[in-house]
């Protein structure tokens, strides 16, 4: 069977290679007193609060479960908007709103609608291994541009500028980013919306962590930086509903049509289930819960990150937001004789039984230097992982 030079261009996502090796360490030694610890695996280990899980209850018992509008329900859309003004000061109103079947979609509707075969689209290595997947499922060409710990492992006006050439199309960021948790300075990204701009390029920004920002100076919208700006976002990780598949974009006016079209052909619409269910995260109760919830995440880095430092994994830059920690392990890896993040990853699962990220996935810059640790775990796991660590590292 030939398959397509589409299908060809996507990587395997190596991660997955982990996640098989550490499910199977899992199963050896659930019985012991060191089962593995999980901490490659960026999904919190909350689910959605009570107001959600009632809400979807009552729908399927309604039978109120039929299509909705391809650009979602008003109603959802009202109250994604409502949330930009409460949360960012941000004005947006619900006209440029697009309800998605999780981010996924939401990346996959504005490349297939801006991107055509031979565009190059720049993006920061690090960066997530499905981004510019999207992009290469569009035709176009994803260029990784290498960033510095002085930069936040994130882009520079500067290098966008010099790295700017006739195909380029535009930039694709992610503030806060997977894999290092760190966002763009709005100043700096303001600056290179004016590069873009200067180009008649697009930006895309992937704000999926934005929610879960611990610090004011970065947790800003970059929608508050134009209405030129496409934004991606997701009801997984700062709403915790990760396997209802529920996300959205927010574009320019012009283009909400086109995604209609779009999205009508492809999808119909996002779960009418998971719809209805996320109009109660807008509910009181719920931005309550959920911002406990995000002081929980805070406390977490706050404990891992000076741990990790301790045991030689140093953390060039302390996320800002979401739940990563992307640690140098080099020199462990020296100390150990291991060749790189692949060898100490699996390492770790083996003789810690603490199952981590290698950077492989996220770029070829310096990646094969550092891993990647999901802090979405509890307090008590996060305690056993370093105890468990240091006891292989330190001992």
Known sequence: MRISERAERIEPFWVMEVAKAASQKAREVAHTDRPVVFLNIGEP??????????????????????????LGMDALRQAISGWYAQRFGVQVPA???????????????ACLALIDRGDEILMPDPSYPCNRHFVSAAEGTAVLLPTTAEERFQLSAAKVAAAWGPNTRGVLLASPSNPTGTSIDPAELARILDVVRSHGGITLIDEIYLGLSHDDQFGQSALALGDDVISINS???????????????????????????LAQNLFIC??????????????????????????????????????????????????????????????ACQKLGLKDSWDFAFAALQHAHVAITPGRDFGTDQTARFVRFSTANSMAELHTAIARLKAWLQP
């Open 235 to 261: 009801f997984s990780k700062y709403f915790n509903m990760t396997g209802w598949r529920l996300g959205w974009l927010v574009v320019p006016e012009q283009l909400t049509p086109v995604l209609e079209r």
């Open 45 to 70: 280990d909350f689910t959605a609060p009570p107001r959600v899980k009632a809400a979807a209850q009552a729908v399927v018992a309604s039978g109120q479960t039929q299509y909705t509008p391809a």
């Open 270 to 331: 996002a779960s009418t289930v998971a719809q209805q269910a996320a109009l109660a995260c807008f509910e009181p109760e719920s931005l309550a819960e959920y911002e406990r919830r995000r002081a929980e995440f805070k406390a977490r880095r706050d404990y891992f990150l000076p741990a990790l430092n301790e045991l030689g994994l140093t953390v060039p830059v302390a996320p800002d937001g979401a739940f990563y920690a992307w640690a140098d392990c080099s020199a």
């Open 95 to 109: 006209s440029r709103i697009v309800v998605t079947a999780g981010a996924s979609a939401a990346l996959q509707l």
